[in-house]
Structures are given as C-alpha cells and as structure tokens.
C-alpha cells in the first residue's frame, strides 16, 4: 500500500546537536511539505517542495534545513540554531492543484535532553 | 489568499450524544475545503472534502459537513458520538490552483464523556 513513513517515531537530541527526520513516500506525489505541532498551536509550516531539487521557506523556517535530491524523499534537519526544537513533527505530501488533500505520515516525536 | 477559523478549541460531550464542530473561512475565490482527525501521537488523517456540488458531504466514522456560501462556513457534525471519536479535528482550506497550500485551523479537541 502507498503511504508516507517517517523515521523515527520517537527521537531524542542532546543540546547542541543536528539531527535528521526522515521522511519518504511511494505515491508518486510532487509536492511535500513539513509541519511543527506544538500543543493548542496547531500545525506551523516548516518547509515546502513542489519540485525536486526546489523548495521554499514556510512560516518557521529558521533554525531547519531541508533537501530534496528525490521525489520520494524530504529529510528534514534540525539544526543546533533551532532554539526549542522539542515538538510533534509531520511530513505531508500532496499532488499540487488537486483536490485530494494531503496525506501525512505518522511524525516524529522530538525531545531535547 | 485564505484563512480558516476554528470558533471552539476544546468541546465537552456525553457518549451517544450529537455533536457539531464549528469552522469559518475565508477566501477571495473558490476553495476546497476539509475536515482532518488527528488521534494522540499520530498524523493527521482525511475525514471528508467538499469540493462542489451538493452541499452536504459525507465522510468516515458517520460523519458528515455542510458547506454553507453565504455564512462561509463549513460545520462538521455527527449525531451519536463515541469514545473512540476522542481527538483532535482541523478545519482546512485551500485554493483551487496548482499553487495552492492548504490552510489548516487552529483544532478543535473533542473530549467524550461516558
């Protein structure tokens, strides 16, 4: 069955240190896009690709970085610049100008010990 | 561009009772619109959409939106609720072109009591 699967599920950072969330999905979607859900906040969006090898800041970008060198790829990499990265992380893909809604993966739990 | 309003951030409700979570947009041009549910510590799965036509939408678990132009609403109902609808619900929308993302509300806890 297609999907988005995002790796970890859970994930714990020391201070000062990057780390990668992986996410990848086999449907075939152009578009991507990563979320922070923080609680009573809603989802805020980090990064977005329509394209590979193109994406573009969303409302919180600063202190994140993204790729995407594939299709069915979009890591996303919290950097040490990421003052309070502890939060619920969602990766979303969609095909863009349709009406099918997105699809999200089951996120990434991130703890900053 | 868009922007979705959810009017309630937590609602209370008895099992088996019928429940109503209220959602306003707004846009300059035609959209689409979704309900989303989100159960604890997972992602956000697709409930219904309306895209045209008849105004009344059906989804999943029982249920069911309506698309009101003139109030620029889009309310989700059910009218015998469960336990296991305990979650999280965003209102949603988008524009109808390829460059349209989509504009999700701020959530609506729904919490029910035996």
């Known amino acids: 069955d297609g999907g988005i699967t995002q790796s970890p599920k859970y994930l714990f950072r020391k201070e000062g240190q990057n780390v990668t969330l992986s996410c990848e999905q086999n449907l075939n979607h152009d578009a991507m896009y990563w979320y922070r859900q923080d609680p009573g906040q809603g989802l805020r969006l980090i990064y977005y690709?329509?394209?590979?090898?193109?994406?573009q800041k969303g409302d919180i970008a600063e202190g994140y970085s993204v790729s995407r060198e594939k299709k069915e790829s979009f890591p996303l990499t919290v950097t040490s610049a990421q003052k309070n990265p502890t939060a619920f992380y969602l990766c979303?893909?969609?095909?863009?100008?349709?009406?099918?809604?997105?699809?999200f993966g089951s996120g990434t739990r991130l703890t900053v010990v | 561009a868009q922007s979705v309003t959810q009017l309630d951030s937590q609602v209370p409700v008895f099992e088996e009772a019928p429940v109503e979570l209220r959602c306003n947009y707004s846009?300059?041009?035609?959209?689409?619109l979704f309900w989303y549910v989100q159960y604890p510590n997972q992602g956000l799965q697709l409930l219904l959409k309306y895209l045209s036509g008849s105004t009344l939408v059906k989804g999943i678990n029982g249920f069911e939106a309506e698309f009101n132009k003139s109030q620029t609403s889009f309310h989700l109902r059910k009218p015998s609720v469960h336990i296991s609808d305990t979650a999280e619900y965003f209102c949603?929308?988008?524009?109808?072109?390829?460059?349209?993302?989509?504009?999700f509300g701020s959530g609506t806890r729904l919490s029910i009591r035996p």
């Open positions: 979303a893909s969609s095909i863009p100008g349709t009406p099918y809604g997105y699809t």
């Open positions: 949603a929308v988008s524009g109808r072109s390829s460059a349209s993302k989509i504009i």
């Open positions: 846009s300059s041009v035609s959209v689409y």
């Open positions: 690709s329509q394209i590979v090898n193109d994406f």
